[in-house]
């Protein structure tokens, strides 16, 4: 009996069985509907079954990767080793006051709905934000002037023993699309936000603006996984990018868009190759051009 086979039988003890998929496309759970098949793929339903997970994976040694909503990453074609776990179904959202408490699994958006829901001030700047809580924190998100380190008030994570851990914001280093949380092995369960009260037709109107200017600038016709690259100081990468005459460009189902240099979409079932081929051009191109080193936002997972 190998590893996964002794985990499975184990974790299907604590978990449902429809929620421990073998061999599952990663392209399903993507918002570039890219990446090969993760050899198995869990998505627990509480932190209790997070922990058993994490549990079981560090007494077997199996490396576990911890995959949000999908909307910031890229998985490449030959998948994910050992198990994936989808945070997926970690989605309780409740308010209390001025402060909400959402699970990471939870989508912002979702979040700044409910500001909206209780008149509370401060998230709209998330109502266009695809990702996740979870993955919101881990690279401190922001849109139109805003980011989560704005009026996040702590973080609850946990490490890959199941320990769990609080973190008061100013333990987790946030700047500019950066977290404590990368490069270490603390898995973000919750996180907490304190808002202001305010009237709820202003921050509807300003979360409508805000929508309206998502909707028309960025490429929500077609898959991808945001924003590619981080904004270089003193310039925009969208900007560099469209100067560089790179819109357009394309390698195999993969295309630099058209409506926002920005952005790299998926037109014609591309692979992650095509995509990370693409990202290559075109930071090439800049640093050729400009001079300007292209920094990636976007994270890559998995085997080639």
Not at 251 to 271: L, R
């Amino acid at each position: 009996m190998n590893k996964l086979t002794k985990f499975y039988g184990l974790i299907c003890d604590y978990i449902k069985e429809e929620n421990v998929l073998l061999d599952e496309p990663i392209r399903n759970h993507t918002y570039t509907k890219l990446g090969g098949k993760a050899d198995i793929f869990v998505t627990p339903e509480t932190i209790e079954e997070l922990q058993a997970v994490l549990r079981h994976a560090q007494e077997l040694e199996i490396p576990v990767t911890i995959l949000g909503s999908g909307s910031n990453v890229i998985v490449k074609d030959g998948g994910i080793r050992g198990i994936t776990v989808g945070m997926g179904k970690l989605t309780s959202i409740t308010a209390s006051g001025n402060v909400i408490s959402a699970q990471s699994g939870a989508r912002i958006i979702d979040v700044s709905r409910m500001a909206l829901e209780h008149s509370l001030s401060g998230l709209e700047f998330a109502c266009g934000i695809p990702g996740s809580v979870g993955g919101a924190l881990y690279m401190n998100a922001g849109a139109y002037g805003g980011q989560i380190s704005d009026v996040l008030v702590m973080a609850t994570a946990i490490d890959k023993h199941g320990t769990v851990r609080f973190f008061e914001k100013e333990e987790l280093a946030l700047g500019y699309r950066k977290s404590m949380f990368q490069g270490s092995d603390y898995i973000i369960v919750e996180a907490e936000f304190r808002l202001e009260e305010g009237d709820p037709e202003r921050i509807k109107a300003k979360m409508d603006e805000l929508t309206e200017a998502r909707e028309s600038k960025q490429p929500l016709e077609y898959p991808s996984c945001g924003s590619v690259f981080k904004r270089p100081p003193g310039y925009f990468a969208g900007k560099l990018i469209q100067d560089s005459n790179l819109q357009g460009k394309r390698i195999g189902g993969a295309e630099v868009s058209k409506k926002h240099a920005g952005f790299i979409v998926n037109i014609d079932h591309a692979t992650s190759s095509d995509y990370l081929k693409l990202i290559e051009v075109v930071r090439d191109t800049v640093k050729k051009k400009y001079d300007v080193e292209l920094e990636t936002e976007v994270i890559v997972l998995g085997e080639d």
